[in-house]
């Protein structure tokens, strides 16, 4: 076969060993680069050969924990939840998000290196997150991270993979073991409001289904019913 030949879905997925419908996941969340003809998408033998030796070289157990379904679009992400843009220094890039950061510095051999900040207990913690090989896989590990010590802190249950929890129950796990712990009778009404609209968008639907997509499907359908700050509030309680 040619280099610059164009693989089919069918055929991409047969290289890959995997499900159509899984390959199709990874086009759809950017993982393989693509061209789209109508209703086709066709891989070219150049990136699909890019996106295995990336596979290859991800040695992460972490990462490899994450379910696909949490891959990100991160201009998306960026649009929803970036704060202040990316900041520059001496040192490296930060990117600051209302749950941690995301750190890209440089060695004195040039190579790149990413890092994650997050809080425990009030304590920070800053950790490099080991073969990374781009802001995405730093931003999964530092999501894990910091819902971890958000379960072990207000005692969230474990029985089943938490990325399985239909949204309406873990829901109502929010309010009774964080929400009415931790927050003023006033705030817990303003979070059982929230959920009550959220409940209407993402109730039946398991967490892993919840990704920058759907919150941005989200946010565009209330922006046409309540003000911005409404809005805001109920992205800030999921």
């Known amino acids: 076969m040619k280099s610059n030949s164009l693989l089919s879905l069918k055929e991409v997925s047969h290289e890959l060993k995997e499900h159509e419908q899984t390959t199709r996941k990874r086009l759809k969340w950017g993982e393989i680069r693509y061209i789209k003809k109508g209703r086709r998408y066709l891989v070219s033998r150049e990136a699909l050969n890019e996106f295995i030796e990336q596979r290859s070289q991800k040695a992460n157990p972490i990462l490899d924990l994450i379910p696909r379904k949490f891959d990100l679009q991160l201009d998306h992400y960026d649009r929803l939840f970036l704060k202040g843009g990316v900041k520059m220094s001496s ?77 309406e129950d873990f829901g109502k796990e929010f309010l009774g073991l964080y929400s009415r712990v931790k927050w003023k009778p006033k705030t817990v009404r303003g979070h059982e409001n929230s959920l009550r609209h959220l409940n209407r968008f993402f109730k039946g639907k398991r967490l892993s289904d919840i990704n920058p997509e759907s919150m941005a499907r989200y946010l565009a359908e209330r922006k046409t019913k309540v003000s911005a700050s409404s809005v805001n509030r109920e992205l800030s309680c999921l």
Do not use: C, M
Not at 119 to 142: I, M
């Open 91 to 167: 040192k490296g890039k930060k990117w600051n998000y209302p749950f941690g950061s995301v750190y890209l510095r440089q060695s004195k051999s040039g190579k790149e290196r990413w890092y994650i900040y997050y809080r425990v207990d009030g304590k920070r913690v800053r950790e490099v997150v080991k073969n990374a090989l781009s802001r995405a896989d730093a931003l999964k590990v530092l999501h894990v991270k910091v819902a971890d010590a958000f379960r072990g802190k207000y005692g969230f249950k474990k029985e089943e993979k938490t990325e399985d929890a239909l949204f």
